[in-house]
């Protein structure tokens, strides 16, 4: 079992050259080797949550996938890894109290524009650039994108309705779901940007 370890880290190089280059094999074996030593790592620190913790893995490794040309810059993999862990975690922390913001003004802002049209306007306006975010995703993904956020399907429900996979739902949420965040803050004020998202369920 040592040996195989090792190995695996003596050719963890060549692992990071191929995946940058597209292979998905290598990328699996980075994967499977680091997953088990994350997860002991995150679970901890998110109140021993499983579905915290692989929500957190699944993001960090997309995002890694994603920019997967970079990998062969990297000298430490196990470095790099535990590092963006640790980043994720505080950006978790920070954004709880973001959230609490979020709600609290929310609830201010229902309790102090009551019947004011100069207010609810400017809200609705602000709901009318939410909109044109979503208008703008492909007419499948803004579909899968408005039975979640709007109709607060369940993913197994419109895997179902959009004769799709679970899977594919969830690849589908989660590149909408960045792309009106992305949106938002070219669009709207900061306030706005995180009182709404937090109102169609972008901030949880």
């Known amino acids: 079992m040592e ?13 990071l050259q191929d995946a940058a280059l597209g292979s998905r094999s290598a990328f699996t074996s980075l994967y499977t080797f680091y997953l088990p030593k994350l997860y002991k ?33 990297i000298k430490s993999f196990n470095s790099y890894l535990y590092t963006m862990a640790r980043n994720r975690l505080v950006n ?15 609830l201010h802002h229902s309790e102090v524009t009551g019947n004011n049209t100069d207010d609810n306007f400017i809200y609705s ?13 492909p ?5 899968v994108f408005e039975m979640s956020a ?9 895997a179902v309705i959009m004769n799709i996979s679970k899977s594919m739902v969830k690849k ?23 009182a709404l998202c937090f109102s169609i369920g972008l901030l949880k």
């Open 125 to 137: 306006q602000y709901r009318e650039v939410i909109q044109r975010a979503i208008d703008t995703l």
């Open 41 to 73: 790592y995150i679970f901890p620190f998110v109140r021993c949550s499983k579905e915290d913790t692989e929500e957190i893995l699944h993001d960090m490794f997309m995002k890694i996938w994603e920019k997967k040309e970079d990998l062969s810059t």
């Open 92 to 106: 978790i922390h920070e954004h709880s109290k973001v959230k609490q913001k979020a709600i609290d003004y929310i």
């Open 150 to 158: 709007y109709e607060e399907l369940s993913q197994d429900e419109i």
């Open 172 to 194: 589908q949420l989660y590149t909408a779901t960045r792309y009106v965040k992305e949106y938002l803050k070219v669009h709207a004020d900061l306030t706005a940007f995180i």
């Open 139 to 143: 007419p499948k993904r803004k579909r």
């Open 3 to 15: 040996s195989n370890v090792v190995n695996a880290l003596a050719e963890e190089h060549l692992l």
